[in-house]
């Protein structure tokens, strides 16, 4: 017979069987029980003494989230006048994936009036006044958006890329047919949309700002 630690089942004794005839059974449990209680008081007094170790908690490594070490870019969003709800859903589509978008190039972004970037006179002055090397306006003309199981999706956005000297790009970008999900929200479908414009506006903003990475 052995005796367990009930924690982790370590053996802390073991008892010789004692074998006796059936009609002897009576007297061989008493001759067992003699034996075994003292040896559970034993090992239940060891036990109460014995030190409990707690295992050490792991915690997860959580990475260091990078500060954008690049300057700063002045950034405007906004939409035509009198814009159905589409329109309104890809301008806040936009203005949700921008600042991740700038991030990922290293720099920070500072939400400006569009007004401020509007004027090619006045637009390269007010990037050096928001303490910024270049400004973003993206303007959101049309989002046409065709449901079915599967929506898909045409977006048009005016473009302007003004650096402190002059503007550098202003043109229309166009995306091709973005197909959503057959479970894709309006609101995700346009964060998808958002997407593929930046996606466009990428090279073009290499191409125009040396600085840009």
Do not use: C, Y
């Amino acid at each position: 017979m052995r005796i367990r630690d009930p924690k982790d089942g370590t053996v802390l004794s073991q008892l010789p069987t004692v074998t006796s005839p059936l009609d002897d059974i009576d007297k061989a449990a008493a001759a067992l029980s003699a034996k075994v209680v003292p040896s559970v008081r034993t090992q239940l007094a060891k036990l109460a003494t014995k030190p409990i170790v707690t295992p050490p908690i792991e915690r997860p490594e959580v990475a260091p989230t990078e500060t954008p070490t690049g300057p700063s870019v002045a950034v405007a969003v906004s939409m035509i006048g009198r814009a159905g709800p589409a329109v309104q859903l890809l301008r806040a589509g936009i203005d949700a994936e921008v600042a991740a978008w700038t991030h990922k190039h290293g720099r920070e972004m500072k939400p400006v009036d569009p007004f401020l970037l509007e004027k090619n006179g006045q637009a390269p002055a007010n990037v050096a006044k928001a303490d910024a090397d270049l400004g973003i306006a993206l303007h959101v003309l049309s989002f046409s958006i065709t449901p079915g199981k599967v929506p898909m999706g045409k977006a048009r956005v005016r473009v302007r890329l003004v650096d402190r000297d002059k503007v550098r790009f202003d043109r229309v970008v166009v995306t091709d047919t973005i197909i959503g999900d057959r479970t894709i929200t309006p609101e995700a479908f346009a964060a998808r949309a958002a997407r593929e414009v930046l996606a466009i506006v990428q090279p073009n903003l290499r191409r125009a700002v040396t600085s840009w990475k």
